[in-house]
Structure formats: structure tokens, C-alpha cells
């Protein structure tokens, strides 16, 4: 059993650039959630967190959870102009 924060924690690479620890609202409730998120060198993003399995929405979460690793990978793509400028209104 684990949490978020400790998840997180673990994961982070200190001193690295492009790496990040990003708080944000929990889904299921008002308190924080904690993920990874690392930049590689091509470019793309990898997210990192430990997610509940079965999460219910509380007033108070629990301190330790049962629960998995998610990585979310974001790739980054190059959007090629069509050659024309768009027109200034």
C-alpha cells in the first residue's frame, strides 16, 4: 500500500531538467494529488502516478491506498503549415 505523495517522491529525479512534480485537485475530493511528469530528449512527455483501484469520493481520503502505477505518454508531433498565412482580421 502506498499513497500518491510517497509515489511521487520515489519517482522523482531530482536535479534534472525537464522533470517536474505537479500537484493538482484530486479528482475525488478537495485534497492534492501528486504526479511525475519527465520530458525526454525527443521531446515527449511522460506522465507518472499511483492511482486508487477502486476509488470512492470522501471527505477525508485515506492516509495509505491500494492501488497501480498509471504512465500516460504524451508524444510530441510537428504540424506542418499548409504554406499559406492566415489572414489578419
Known sequence: MDNCLTYAIRQFRY???GDHLVIR???WG?????????ELQ?????????VPIEPRSRWLPPLFF?????T??????????S????ANH
Open 15 to 17: 536535479r534534472r531538467k
Open 25 to 27: 485537485r484530486s479528482h
Open 30 to 38: 478537495w485534497f492534492p494529488h501528486f504526479a511525475v511528469f519527465y
Open 42 to 50: 525527443s521531446g515527449d512527455i511522460v506522465k507518472k502516478e499511483y
Open 66 to 70: 491500494r492501488g497501480r502505477e498509471v
Open 72 to 81: 500516460t505518454t504524451y508524444r510530441r508531433t510537428i504540424i506542418e503549415s
Open 83 to 86: 504554406g499559406t498565412a492566415p
